[in-house]
Every structure is written in structure tokens, then in C-alpha cells.
């Protein structure tokens, strides 16, 4: 397959907290010391990397998500937008028309099907995108506004951006929310491979085999890297063998690693079994995955 | 019948390991509810009988039927998830990209779509390994609408708490912030924050309880791996403090919680530090709750 000159590695799990972020940061420092690189925090719910990642802020924007707004000089209370939504946002109490903007999805049905139409589309803030650089590294941070519930739109914005902007990126990580629902399949959706994040306990490996699941849906390439290798059990790699998915690395557990993600530092330079890591990590981009997507 | 939901903001925390602990030391007395439907784990641990299952859906998903279809392209164009692509000269829909608006059924000239129901998963009524009811779901891959899925588990629960006259319901739920958290949210009497001192955990826990506030919920916070920073924990208590959320317990670092899951325990079951600070947890948990 020959196509833009970005390898777009989207990291994640079924289970959260298995490192997803740990690993994001450390490989996009790992790799930018080589080559262009941009790390995307996806997960706008609870984003993380900016903790570990320094840079100067080049450009912050607001994101909306189009709702209908009432006008109601238009509406004739026909009722036709209450029927139209599926999504039960938009409800008629007597002679006005409430639009419940958490549940809407932006289908447009409502207001493009509103015979008078009383029902235009408006944009509603739903979060920020903040830009960071530092020599080879940009980042970018997707944050949702508390009390917005739905994260998939944000994610979409997330990648339009991504895709306009940073088509001279070597790499692109994108962080992704934990879980194989719905934000985690747009999370991944452009991505070329995926890595799987997970821990050699039953926690872990029941739910990379809903990941793994969900890749397969997809159709995607993907990989595993077991975090915190030498707690638990072998359950993990027996079913990676079994299934014959690729073992890109495994990263021992160790204290001192813990010890520097709970202050917010990166351990991509300081820690030898995380570098040792880092490196089969790239050479697997390079040697399997390149070759045959770039 | 007081409802109790567990939550961290951030995942891996420990959550539904104190979570099945609570639910183990309640024993009989607690009906349970596995919230967390996009990667549920509590059922190992809890070792349910998976005794009734049925199928839940929830949503729409659109169907052409190519017989009828003229291939206009209306309905393509007018789909904003970009769910309606032209492949191999037929437009189809992609049931991962379509959120079931029923726009393009509207639009279609010729009638050639409908909606179907569609289902997103399983909810199980158990019997678990102490002798208490569980609810639990299985959300099936890429599926929507989990908020819809955790109410429907949630609302079980109690339902069958209050026919079985229990005293509680333990909840344990999904992580994030987002519409499944908000679900499981609605209607709880104390809210059991899990957290760890990292830098992530905190602003995790931040974010969590600006939501939690809304909702005006008294809360009640486990710091779990305590030791990993003592600095970060300290500020952890400030935060507490500021927010007037109790500070139930904190708890070390425990490679036998790690051991015990690997049995299909949880650390309650096994003679450890941890098993005597999650139960004056619970302790403490049920005085707040007689008291308000």
C-alpha cells in the first residue's frame, strides 16, 4: 500500500491503567530524538500525556459539535423534529421546544427536515485542541469540557486537524481512551497499526481479548506489548501464541518506573529496561510494519 | 437501600479490585452491579453462576435493500457519520459508523430503507461466590449507547435489591468521564472514589469529582499504592480536605493483590495489611451512609 508519508500508530487497551499513556509518551520522546514525531492525546475524557509532555504552545482552538438551536418565530409546532429524533434530544412541552444538547448527535435529520425551518444548526463548544512543540516533537491534546458526555465527535475534530496539519510527521502516536466501544473504534480508525497495551494478569488478558476482538472487526494490524512483565501469570503470552499475535515487547515491572510516571516524568532516557523496550519497539515499526504500509 | 458507586476517573487504579472486595465483605447483605459493561472484570472475581441472561438492545441500525435501491446517493450524502459508502457499485452501510439516526430512511425516495433494532450486548443475572445477586453486562465490540446498557444494569440491580430487602447496592463503574460514568451516577447515595498518587491519578480524580459535584453526592476516597509516592499522596489528602470528600483508607502497594486475581480472589480473602484497611474502609463507608 503506498501513501502519505505518516506511519500512524494508534496505542491501546481494553483494560485502562495498563500503560497506554506511559507508553505513548515514552516512545513519541524515543522517537523524536530521530525523527519527526507527533503524539495525539485521544483519550478527551481524562487526557494525560500533557503531564509528561513539555513544549512551548503554539496554537489553542475551540471545537464545537453542531445542535439544533429553536427559533421559535419560525416553528408551527408541527411536531415533525420530536418524530424525526431518535435520539429523544429534542422534546415539544406545550409550546416550546427544549433541545437537549448532550444527547444530540448532530445527525442534522431534525433541522434539515423541519418544513419551516425553525430548527437551524448552530455550534455548541464541546472541548479545546492545544498544539505544543519542542524540536522534533508536536503534540497535540483533545480535552473534553466536563459535563459533555459524548466523546466520538471530539475524536473525529481530533483527526481532521491531524490529517490538514501534520503530513510531515515521520510518526504519529495517538493515544487512545480505554475500552472497545464506540470512542475507542474512531479512536483507531485511521490507523496503520495498532498496539495493544496490556498486563500478564486474568484482568488484562480477559480484556485484550475484547481489544483484540475488536481489532480483528476492524481489520486492523495490531500487535501486543505486555506491561509490568513478571507480575501475575504466562496466561497472556500462551494466548498470544495460541492466537498467533505478535509479542512486539515485553516491559519488566520495576518500581523505579512507577516512581517516575507518579511525578509526571518521562523514562524513555533513565531506565534501561524501558529503553531496551523502546528500541524492539522500533525496530518492529521499521522491519514489520513500514516495509509494507508506507 | 443505599446505592454505592465506585469510581476512579483514570483506569487501572485498583477500582474493581475493591470494588469485589467491598462486594465480598457485604456478603449477602449487597446486591451487585458490574457498570463497567465495556470491559467488565468484576465476574472474575465475583465467580457468578450466570444463572439468566438476555439480550439487550438499544439503538437503530439502518438496512438497504438493494432490490429497491435505484442508487441515488441521497441517503449517502445526507449521512453525517459517513456511514453510507459506495463499494463495488452498491451503497451499504458500515454498521460500525452508523449511529442509527434514521435520516437516510427519511430521505430515500423509494423506501429502500429501513431501521432495524439493534442489539449491543448481554445482561446476566448471577448468583456470585458469597451468596448475594449480581448484575453484569457484556456490551458486544464497537457497540453504542453503554449509557443506555449501564442504566439497564443498574436499575436491575436495585429493582432486585428491593425484592430481595438487601441493604445495598455496590456499583462498580466504567472509567472516563463520559455519558456510561454519568449513567451510573444517576440516583447513587455515596460515591466510593478509587485513586493512586501519580500525577494522572490526581488530575484523574479531579476531573471525576467536578462531575460527581453536580450530582451533589457525598464521596468518600481510597488512595490505593499509597506508597509508590508519599509526596503525591499528601497532596492527594489536601484535595480531599479542600472538597470535604472522607478519607477512607490509604493502602500500600500489594503485589498479593495481583496474586490474589490470578486465583480468582480478591485481597480480602487473603491474611493481608490490605484486607484489614478495606474492611474499616467499608466500616466507615456504612457509618457516612446511617449518618446522612
Known sequence: ????????????SGKGGTGKTLLSTNLTAFLSQNENTL????????????LFI?????????????????????????????????????????NFIAVFKELCHSCYACSELCPTGALPMQPHKMGDTVEYASNNLNFIESRLIVGEEQAVPLIHKTHKLVDEKFTNSKFQIFDCPPGTSCPVVAATENADFVILVTEPTPFGLHDLKLAVETMRKLEKRFGVVINRSGIGNNDVETYCQNEQIDIITKIPFNKEIAKHYSIGELVYDKVDSMKHSLNEIMDFLRNDVTSETL | MKEIVVLSGKGGTGKTSITASLAVLAGSEAVVADCDVDAANMHLLMQPDFALSSEFYSGELAI??????????????????????????????????????????????????SMKSRKSGYVYISNTKVNSTMVHARLDIG??????LVAKVKNEAKELAKQQNKS?????????????????????????????????GLHDLERIYSVIKRFRINAGCIINKFDINPKKTDEIIEFLRKENITHLSNIPFDIRFTKAMTEAKTIVELETLPKYLIKDAWFKIKDELTNN
Open chain 2, 64 to 113: 438497504i435493500d438493494q432490490n429497491a435501491c435505484t442508487q441515488c446517493g441521497v441517503c449517502s450524502e445526507k449521512c453525517r457519520f459517513g456511514a453510507i459508502p459506495f463499494i463495488n457499485n452498491i451503497f451499504i452501510v458500515n454498521p460500525l459508523s452508523c449511529e442509527g439516526c434514521g435520516y437516510c430512511q427519511k430521505v430515500c425516495p423509494t423506501e429502500a430503507i
Open chain 1, 1 to 12: 500500500m503506498i501513501k502519505k508519508g505518516s506511519l500512524k500508530i494508534a496505542i491501546a
Open chain 2, 168 to 200: 445495598f447496592v455496590i456499583v462498580d463503574g466504567s472509567p472516563g468521564i463520559g455519558c456510561p460514568v454519568v449513567s451510573s451516577l444517576s440516583g447513587a447515595n455515596y460515591v466510593v472514589l478509587v485513586t493512586e498518587p501519580t500525577v494522572s
Open chain 1, 54 to 94: 513539555n513544549g512551548n504552545k503554539v496554537t489553542e482552538v475551540e471545537q464545537f459539535k453542531m445542535i439544533p438551536q429553536w427559533s421559535e418565530s419560525n416553528c408551527t409546532l408541527c411536531g415533525e423534529c420530536t418524530k424525526n429524533c431518535k435520539y429523544h434530544s429534542i422534546v415539544q412541552m406545550g
Open chain 2, 143 to 148: 457497540a453504542e449507547n453503554s449509557g443506555k
Open chain 1, 39 to 50: 503524539l495525539v492525546d485521544l483519550d478527551v475524557e481524562e487526557p494525560n500525556d500533557s
